[in-house]
């Protein structure tokens, strides 16, 4: 098994210019997540999906868009890269619906926008 | 709001050392897990906790639910223990999200 797959590792990105960050995972996950991290904090959630064809925002949900249409994939879109959106970006993926289980992260996209 | 609080912030280590990591949240959870994250990035999973004690080599960790706090304990301390450690809980009542603490930084001299 794979577990949790991130694409790309490293991005940069123009202002304006628009990207998609790919999520797959190969352990028959119902939930999915994006977080992303930015120096000295912890992570914050961006947006999550329960199942296919199910999302939902999270903390920090503005300039990125998600949609669900298989158990496995759960792309993140940028759709207008602006600089306050240099992070690194992690998918995440647990059994079930509720996140009463383990998490398993992927390695992380390090995207900087200038 | 949902408050996650690590401590310390910064931790150094002499090789060989023990030491003990706290996470204290703010209400009662149904997920409670361990991160490390490596120099180079990675989120690697040390425990799944939400109660209860577990031991996995030269780490352990206890969580207390009923009293709102977690401890990881790291034994005979190595260099490749260095990096930042992550309490993330789901908080009940917050849905389905997890919160993550700040981190505490451990630094291992050789």
């Known amino acids: 098994n794979a577990g949790v797959t991130q694409t790309p590792k490293f991005q940069v990105l123009k202002t304006g210019q628009s990207m998609t960050l790919q999520c797959a995972q190969d352990?028959?996950?119902?939930?999915m997540s994006w977080y992303r991290q930015d120096p000295g904090m912890g992570l914050r959630l961006i947006h999550y999906?329960?199942?296919?064809?199910?999302?939902d925002q999270g903390e920090v949900p503005n300039g990125y868009n998600v949609s669900r249409s298989t158990t496995e994939d759960f792309p993140l879109r940028l759709l207008s890269a602006a600089p306050s959106q240099t992070s690194v970006y992690f998918c995440?993926?647990?059994?079930?619906?509720?996140?009463?289980?383990?998490?398993?992260f992927g390695q992380g996209t390090r995207l900087t926008v200038v | 709001g949902i408050q996650v609080e690590q401590s310390p912030p910064d931790l150094i280590l002499q090789e060989g050392a023990n030491s003990t990591l706290r996470c204290n949240f703010s209400?009662?959870?149904?997920?409670l897990q361990w991160f490390h994250q490596n120099p180079w990035g990675q989120l690697i999973n040390l425990f799944y906790?939400?109660?209860g004690t577990k031991q996995n080599g030269r780490l352990s960790a206890t969580t207390v639910a009923t009293e709102r706090y977690s401890l990881l304990y790291i034994s005979s301390s190595q260099t490749t223990d260095s990096g930042v450690y992550f309490c993330?809980?789901?908080?009940?009542?917050?849905?389905?999200?997890?919160?993550f603490g700040g981190g505490t930084r451990v630094l291992v001299k050789p």
């Open positions: 995440a993926s647990s059994y079930g619906q509720t996140l009463n289980t383990e998490a398993f």
């Open positions: 352990m028959n996950h119902e939930y």
């Open positions: 999906s329960v199942g296919a064809g199910i999302t």
């Open positions: 209400d009662s959870v149904n997920n």
């Open positions: 906790i939400p109660s």
């Open positions: 993330a809980v789901q908080i009940k009542a917050a849905g389905n999200k997890l919160t």
